[in-house]
């Protein structure tokens, strides 16, 4: 299969990918977004349209050399669709980190996981004891990853700055929470950035039930205790 070949599949898989996180509760009410990296160019899904009925036709290719700015390579077939207000965002993945990859979903998870370790919105998730750690870049079942989390803003091209701020920070993960927002995500290849945000949003999702019920680690308590329905012995 040619270059070429490859990267005209490119604009379907970001489809077959919106669909996908459709199901999970991802892009719902037009939101999140994907973008892949091809040779032609970076694959990105449009602004405010129903994610899970996008088709390839509809997807912008924008140029992977230019990523002090914005500009199209492609346009979609539909001149009244918009590039994707995630763009900035995602170009700081493909700047700061070689991304080939990256994805913005508005998980419920992430969000309140975040809210109940963090509950100022300016911090970092915890997260330790599982072994779906291991589905992070880098990471086994023993280490305590921390994911930071940034303000929300009016309009999302305003946290393209504290973004960035925030991955040279934590140059140890691949994902930065957007408080009452959601949470992008990426990788090396779409494969791995995937992969992440389904490991992250798992683990999210361990931090709210644990919450819920009441099974909070004890090492993890002083990040949580104004949070949490009671305290382990040893967080005194």
């Keep these: 299969m040619s270059a070429d070949d490859r990267d005209s599949d490119l604009a379907e898989l970001v489809c077959e990918l919106c669909r996908q996180f459709y199901t999970l509760g991802w892009v719902s009410g037009t939101g999140g977004g994907i973008s892949i990296r091809g040779t032609d160019g970076i694959y990105l899904a449009p602004s405010a349209v129903q994610k899970e009925r996008i088709r390839p036709s509809d997807v912008f290719v924008l140029d992977a050399d230019a990523l002090d700015r914005c500009k199209v390579v492609r346009a979609p077939v539909d001149a009244t669709l918009k590039i994707s207000e995630c763009q900035p965002l995602f170009w700081n993945a493909y700047r700061e980190r070689d991304a080939g990859a990256c994805l913005h979903s508005h998980s419920l998870w992430p969000v309140l996981a975040a809210r109940i370790q963090v509950p100022s919105g300016r911090g970092v998730l915890r997260l330790s004891g599982f072994e779906m750690l291991k589905g992070l870049r880098g990471k086994s079942n023993l280490d305590e990853v921390r994911i930071p989390i940034i303000p929300n803003t009016a309009r999302e091209a305003e946290l393209t700055e504290s973004m960035a701020v925030a991955m040279r920070e934590h140059p140890d993960v691949d994902a930065v929470i957007v408080a009452g927002h959601g949470i992008y995500v990426w990788g090396r290849t779409w494969i791995e950035a ?26 993890s308590v002083r990040a949580v205790q104004s949070a949490m329905p009671r305290r382990c012995p040893d967080a005194e």
């Design 194 to 219: 995937k992969t992440q945000a389904e490991c992250l949003d798992w683990l999210a999702r361990a931090v709210v039930e644990g919450h819920r019920l009441g099974i909070v680690r004890c090492s």
